[in-house]
């Protein structure tokens, strides 16, 4: 299936550093998703954003919709050991139906160094 | 408030048995998605229900799957005859669509083992 390309795969850092990826797509997108995946588990809804140009804030994370709506970052500023795991943007489209079908990224897997 | 919950949470079986997992929505929710998470192809929406109705089942691999939803608070995966490649970790979600869209929240997925 189609996926967004997600950038970087992995990324390996401190403790208290910022931590930014990225998503693009081909595609438009209606809404742009960011979740967070610790193993063994479902992905957990982190930031949701509805219109282009849009920054959002969650605590430490920040996410924009891009102003072409084909592109979304995440910013985590001052990581914390709890950070890490694998963090996944997608992409929300309407069907005819008016259904909501997520595209998913291929996924930033963050790695803390002691 | 409960989230979405899967059964089992793992499922280790012999090829060419039949396995079910089941969803339990969250209570409200009017949309069901099923997906398939590998290694090799990542995250893969399997199928999804509006209203207990299938929208869209474009992402079954093949006849082997089906999927039901009998009512708004319980769906099944089955896979029948089971096969190794069919190893995957399987993800329940569900979500609100209709006024005030609510994004797609997971259960925390069934790891199914095909011997």
């Known amino acids: 299936g189609q996926q967004l390309n997600q950038s970087p795969q992995s990324m390996f850092i401190q403790e208290g550093e910022d931590v930014s990826m990225n998503c693009t797509s081909s595609s438009i997108f209606n809404t742009w998703l960011w979740y967070k995946q610790d193993p063994g588990e479902g992905p957990v809804l982190l930031i949701a954003?509805?219109?282009?140009?849009e920054l959002t804030s969650n605590g430490r994370l920040t996410a924009q919709f891009g102003i072409t709506r084909k592109d979304s970052f995440l910013n985590i500023s001052a990581s914390i050991p709890s950070d890490v795991g694998i963090y996944f943007c997608a992409g929300q489209t309407r069907s005819n139906f008016g259904n909501e079908k997520l595209t998913f990224g291929t996924g930033t897997r963050l790695t803390i160094i002691p | 408030d409960a989230g979405v919950i899967q059964s089992p949470r793992h499922e280790v079986t012999e090829m060419g048995q039949e396995v079910t997992l089941r969803c339990k929505p969250i209570s409200g929710h009017n949309s069901l998605f099923w997906y398939r998470q590998t290694m090799m192809r990542g995250l893969e929406l399997l199928i999804y229900f509006n209203n207990n109705v299938p929208i869209d089942d474009s992402g079954m691999p093949e006849d082997r799957f089906s999927a039901k939803m009998p009512n708004a608070s319980f769906s099944t995966l089955k896979i029948q005859p089971s096969e190794p490649r069919d190893s995957a970790v399987y993800f329940c979600?569900?979500?609100?669509?209709?006024?005030?869209?609510?994004?797609?929240?997971f259960g925390d997925g069934t790891r199914l083992s095909i011997l």
């Open positions: 954003l509805y219109k282009a140009g």
């Open positions: 979600a569900s979500s609100f669509v209709g006024w005030g869209d609510q994004p797609q929240h």
